[in-house]
């Protein structure tokens, strides 16, 4: 089994080259998760009534939506990284249990989901009204956005799982396929229904998530399909769907600190619609454009996300070969595209502004508040250290360990005490008066960097002294 192993692409092609092939259509997917949103916002803000209550409305929804991908992604990672090392290791019967179980994972998350929509999107939607500063048109349209997002949450969730099998296989192009055509059903569709073309009924922000809804069953379908065509190596049965825990657990064991670094994201942002909604007159208006510049900043988020998750299955299968050589490598090539990607945030003020200013064409928005929410992107670091923080941690994922320690996700996610000396928390309020260039939630995120490195360091000095948990040395 071994020496069949070692013909694998996974095995034998250079690390540079095996990690572009591998990187760049999930890094092209990962963009594509995040531009459903953007899509949705660049339909609704065109309406000829109601556009900016409909946008409004979508920023509320947003951090649900971050929590629902964060979710999602986070098993398909877990799944990911240990099936391509159960691969590596040539061990067939708990690769094809990692399938199955991944998959009656999504099938408990999705109905978690649905559970959610029938008595928690009420709730969660109103807690964000600030004492009426909120319309009830706009809190009335992010309850049915969510209700049908949340209710129908299949789509995304079984996606996230046959994508990441099908990453773990070295046949990532694939997925991307799927993806794209998901992402191209939602575009075409949107018109129709948010408009009501073609005879249809004028469905506004039930429209555009009837149309993201349909368009991610689509990615599931055709994920689901090319899984079972190509992935031959794996038994498909429904035999491996019966729950083993010490699958689960390893699953998690991985996916678990993926699900924090992203969820903190979600705090945050539910954080800081709850903060600017409550500023006076203007609440309202400051929700939705730090809504909507953060759905376009998400682009370069989970293009470096797309590239860590290019970095696991080649080091995680080159782990369960016993290949030092390329793990290393693979770490050594992944840092530096996350870092070349991390960098390439600096643009995201210009186009941010830019793709604004057509979508939202209300001066009064685009004026002094968008100017000072702009501090948010001028100041990016702590939106870039999420990307960088996954990458670094990855040695540590790959073993077994937890990737990325608490201490360091919640300072990138600025919830942790101000290096300046606010108490934690305190740097939030001070975000919006500050204006560009002042902001001093980026302290936060660059703190992280110094930690992250540290911990990391630290594990792999352990690791050099001798071996990981299962006897293998990656220091």
């Not at 600017?276 to 609440?283: E, H, R, Y």
Request: charged content about 15%; glycine content about 12%.
């Amino acid at each position: 089994m071994q020496q069949n192993q070692s013909q694998n692409p996974m095995a034998v092609e250079p690390v540079p080259k095996l990690m572009a092939r591998i990187g760049l259509p999930i890094v092209l997917s990962m963009i594509l998760q995040a531009a459903y949103n953007v899509v949705d916002s660049a339909y609704l803000a065109r309406m000829a009534a109601g556009g900016e209550t409909a946008l409004t409305a979508l920023s509320l929804a947003f951090p649900v939506q971050l929590f629902m991908v964060a979710v999602s992604i986070g098993t398909g990672v877990g799944t990911n990284a240990l099936l391509a090392r159960l691969l590596g290791l040539g061990d067939k019967d708990r690769a094809d249990a990692a399938v199955g179980n991944a998959q009656f994972l999504a099938l408990v998350i999705s109905a978690v989901f649905m559970l959610f929509s029938a008595v928690g999107v009420v709730p969660y939607v109103n807690s964000q009204s600030a004492g009426g500063s909120i319309s009830g048109e706009v809190l009335s349209e992010a309850i049915d956005y969510l209700h049908i997002c949340c209710g129908i949450p299949f789509g995304i969730v079984f996606f996230s799982v046959y994508e990441k099998t099908l990453q773990a296989t070295g046949r990532s192009l694939w997925s991307t396929v799927a993806q794209i055509s998901g992402a191209l059903v939602n575009i075409m569709l949107d018109p129709f229904l948010i408009y009501g073309w073609c005879g249809l009924p004028q469905m506004g922000v039930r429209g555009a998530a009837v149309a993201t809804v349909v368009g991610q069953l689509v990615s599931m379908a055709l994920g689901l399909a090319f899984h079972l065509k190509l992935n031959v190596e794996l038994d498909s049965s429904l035999r491996y769907w019966k729950p083993r825990w010490d699958v689960i657990r390893s699953i998690y064991a991985i996916g678990l600190p993926a699900i924090i670094s992203q969820a903190l994201l979600t705090v945050m942002t539910y954080s800081l619609n709850l903060i600017l909604a409550v500023m006076p007159d203007v609440g309202q208006n400051a929700v939705t454009v730090y809504g909507l510049y953060y759905k376009i900043q998400q682009l370069i988020i989970f293009a470096a996300f797309g590239v860590r998750d290019a970095i696991t299955p080649v080091v995680a299968f080159n782990y369960g070969l016993r290949s030092r050589a390329r793990v290393q490598q693979g770490i050594r090539w992944g840092l530096g595209y996350t870092a070349g990607l991390c960098r390439s945030g600096i643009i995201r003020p210009a186009v941010g502004r830019a793709v604004l200013a057509v979508r939202y064409h209300s001066r009064h928005v685009c004026g002094l508040h968008a100017h000072r929410l702009a501090g948010l992107l001028v100041c990016g670091a702590v939106h870039r250290i999420p990307g960088g923080v996954p990458g670094i941690g990855v040695r540590r994922k790959v073993a077994g360990h937890l990737a990325v320690p608490p201490g360091v996700v919640c300072a990138a996610a600025g919830l942790g005490a101000d290096p300046a000396g606010d108490r934690p928390g305190e740097c939030l309020p001070r975000l919006v008066a500050a204006g560009p260039g002042r902001s001093r939630h980026t302290g936060s995120g660059a703190g992280a960097v110094p930690e992250a490195g540290e911990k990391t360091d630290r594990f792999l000095k352990k690791a050099a002294g001798g071996t990981t948990s299962d006897g293998f040395c990656i220091g």
